[in-house]
């Protein structure tokens, strides 16, 4: 056979495209939404090695802003299928991990010009549909970020294969990146589209086989994530997509002896309950499993009293209510300086007073549905809670209903108090909690941004005194894993800013790195010796 050392197309992240009015792209993702709306519900079959598998018991899954209109049922799998799911992730991994690392490059640099392509609209559309994002958090989301993440890690895997050890005259030192011996879970969350699909092939391209359980209020897109893998040719078995509760997959994955990692975004709570799970289950695996996970945040924008009054506002708006602030990144704690208040406040008002809610069909909604009755409950019982505190005083928004879809007015709350419950308490929700500070507290108030929260994922400070900035990196250190100067706390890209945060905010491993990557391989070192040794004598002894 022919041998060559390959080089990987440089990554470049995807243009965002902009879905102005009157534009040809505007129109025609719409008109995909449409058509995917009005189209017979879909049934949703999990993957299963070769086999698209049905069962018995169908579950609706509904549009979160329209929940009277059903788009699909997903078919909802028990102990049997994870086990199959397992059982055929086992059975591809010989072949799957003995495959040269550019034939599986080229897979998924394959499914990335797909995505940018032909599967653009759809992915995108159904992430619309389905997690009522509208069309510009979506392209963000599910079509460019899911792109870079596919190209990006093709370069950074060729980037930790290049990396290997000196040798000295008479030897060869070479490091070999095996992937890990069984298999992955992948447990996905239902705001991006693009996490879900990183969560399941990053460890795949690194040689493993996964079984992968999305959220239930993400399958709708997660069907179309596996259409896009097999569309670029994925072999079967490698990525296996079951749809069960959580209790059900846990019981088996997490008690066979194979099981080899978790890939996991989702809440501090549930990670922490896996990882006692895991612990209880040690003895049992072939190996120590790698623990990997993003959780939740409970993400601070501090204002010095130098900053500007209108980039602070926007920063506010765009960073807690995109995506109606369901994105573990959201600003939802704010520290502004006393001499600023005022006009932070004025500016801000009339910005999120001007959002337009309603269906992400009607491109000029900022806001749209949040993502369920369950989660629509729990954030609307916040609100409910700071009407009644004589602590805190809503200055925008308040009111909710969910007799369409679920629908939240996004809510300013200011509070006397900086340990208010809306202050410390993740919300996942578009609830943004102010506490003015007085301007020559600066130093005690990042005391205090670091004390508040069990969480450090991401964090920003809004600054023109260079000093003031250089004294919130300093006592901050340790408070974000992801942090921003003169931005909102969110939207990192690939290649950019390596997202991730640790304390109660997950492991650090930062998706959309090499770091990430280093985790689903396991090194083997090889020295060979040209000419052994032929007596035990060293001179020495002489």
């Known amino acids: 056979m022919a041998n060559s050392i390959v080089s990987v197309p440089i990554a470049v992240n995807e243009p965002v495209r902009s879905y102005a009015s009157g534009s040809k792209e505007r129109e025609s993702l719409i008109n995909t939404y449409k058509n995917l709306l009005q189209q017979e519900p879909v049934n949703i079959p999990m993957y299963i090695g070769s086999e698209k598998v049905y069962s018995e018991q169908k579950v609706k899954l509904t549009p979160p802003h329209d929940h009277q209109k059903v788009i699909a049922h997903y078919n909802k799998g028990n102990k049997s299928h994870v086990e199959a ?65 596919l190209r990006f890690n093709v370069q950074y895997m060729a980037e930790i294969f290049s990396g290997q050890p000196e040798s000295q005259p008479g030897m060869w030192n070479r490091l070999q990146y095996r992937p890990l011996e069984g298999f992955v879970f992948a447990l996905t969350p239902f705001n991006f589209t693009s996490i879900a699909g990183n969560l399941s092939v990053s460890p795949a391209l690194m040689g493993n086989v996964v079984v992968w359980k999305p959220a239930e209020t993400q399958i709708y897109s997660a069907q179309v994530i596996m259409e896009l893998f097999q569309a670029a040719g994925l072999p079967d078995g490698v990525v296996n997509m079951v749809t069960v509760d959580g209790a059900t997959i846990g019981d088996v994955v997490f008690g066979h002896k194979e099981f080899a990692g978790i890939h996991f975004t989702g809440s501090t709570g549930v990670f922490r309950q896996l990882w006692k799970t895991i612990s209880n289950n040690i003895e049992n695996y072939r190996s120590y499993p790698r623990i990997v996970g993003e959780t939740g945040g409970k993400d601070f924008v501090v204002a010095h009293k130098s900053a500007d009054a209108s980039e602070v506002a926007t920063a506010l708006a765009r960073g807690a209510f995109e995506f109606q602030g369901q994105k573990c ?14 006009e932070v406040k004025s500016i801000l008002t009339e910005q999120v007073t001007s959002f337009k809610m309603g269906s992400p069909e009607d491109t000029s909604n900022f806001i749209n549905a949040v993502i369920s009755e369950k989660a629509f409950k729990s954030i609307s019982s916040y609100i409910d809670y700071a009407k009644a505190s004589a602590d805190a005083e809503i200055i925008c928004g308040g009111n909710y209903d969910k007799s369409v879809g679920y629908f939240i007015e996004p809510t300013v709350i200011v509070t006397t108090d900086p340990k208010f419950k809306t202050m410390v308490e993740e919300i996942f929700g578009p609830v943004l909690t102010i506490y003015v500070y007085d301007e020559n507290k600066y130093e005690e108030t990042l005391t205090l941004v670091d004390e508040t929260s069990e969480y450090a994922l991401t964090g920003a400070i809004l600054a023109k005194d260079r000093y003031a900035i250089n004294v919130a990196l300093e006592k901050l250190e340790h408070a974000a894993g992801n942090f921003y100067i003169n931005d909102k706390p969110t939207g990192a890209v690939v290649g950019q800013q390596p997202f991730g945060g640790a304390r109660g905010s997950g492991t650090n491993d930062k998706a959309g790195s090499s770091l990430n990557l280093l985790r689903w391989v396991s090194a083997r070192t090889i020295k060979e010796t040209f000419v052994p040794a032929k007596d035990y004598r060293y001179p020495f002894l002489g």
């Open 85 to 149: 799911a397992i059982n055929a992730a086992l059975e591809a991994r010989t072949k799957w991990a003995a495959m040269p690392w550019e034939e599986r490059a080229s897979i998924f640099l394959k499914a990335a010009d797909l995505l940018a392509g032909p599967f653009r609209n759809k992915m995108n559309a159904a992430t619309m549909l389905a997690q009522s994002k509208n069309v510009f958090q979506a392209e963000i989301d599910a079509a460019c970020e899911l792109i870079d993440f």
């Open 329 to 342: 990144s959201a600003a939802s704690r704010a520290y502004i300086p006393s001499n600023l208040w005022p």
